[in-house]
């Protein structure tokens, strides 16, 4: 694990869907100061070899024979009743953030149960609102939420495409710069797929507005 001296980047692993080689490769390309796998994501994290700081969850989904290996060799494990209040996932992202973490990303937080998508994107409420960069990515998405305006340089945008979707139940005065598809001080309502599929044509793009909060999605086929 390389670490960051810049900031505090935290690496959850959780149960979703995972392309190994993704996860690799991102790795390599990434840094981070923390790691920590969730139920599941504990048999990506071992595929991998990777060095974990926590290994939490309820590991109703795990191979008994791979958590007594960890049990084995790891002090940081806490375990949680699969009947609970809070997903697994949500239980990581506050120890993150109970670590002080200034940048969290999450892989294995998409795959088929839409629930659990729709439900870790809301997730990302939570380090939005203590002013922590927080991202679900996986090898064709990378989502994020954002209350401010905001640009995204085209160089260095995750895929092709930048759909905008209301996380709040509207978003006010939002102008878009450097778009294909440009706005000019619209009201975004939920329930409009208006900012859906959008593509940036400048080197960089402009996301403004003044009230609301955004689902962005940066994506590729």
Do not use: W
């Not at 959780?14 to 840094?31: A, D, R, S, V, Y």
């Not at 996932?89 to 088929?112: C, R, Y």
């Amino acid at each position: 694990m390389k670490q960051d001296t810049d900031q505090n980047a935290v690496l959850i692993i959780t149960g979703g869907t995972i392309e190994n080689e993704f996860l690799e490769k991102h790795l390599k390309e990434e840094c981070y100061n923390m790691i920590i796998a969730v139920d599941r994501g504990l048999v990506a994290a071992d595929a991998l070899k990777l060095t974990l700081d926590f290994i939490v969850g309820d590991f109703d989904s795990v191979p008994p024979a791979l958590f007594d290996q960890y049990k084995h060799v790891s002090t940081n494990i806490q375990t949680f009743p699969a009947e609970k209040d809070k997903t697994d996932t949500q239980i990581a992202l506050e120890l993150a953030l109970m670590h002080q973490a200034t940048k969290i990303v999450l892989v294995g937080a998409t795959g088929n149960r839409l629930d659990h998508v729709l439900g870790n994107i809301h997730l990302l409420l939570l380090p939005m609102q203590l002013k922590v960069d927080a991202y679900i990515i996986d090898a064709k998405n990378k989502i994020y939420l954002k209350e401010e305006s905001f640009s995204i340089s085209k160089s260095m945008q995750y895929g092709d495409y930048v759909s905008l979707l209301p996380f709040s139940d509207q978003v006010k005065g939002l102008s878009l710069f450097g778009f294909k598809y440009p706005l000019d001080r619209i009201i975004l309502l939920s329930g409009s797929s208006l900012g859906i599929s959008n593509e940036i044509k400048e080197d960089q793009a402009l996301i403004d507005f003044t009230e609301g909060i955004l689902t962005v999605f940066e994506t590729r086929d």
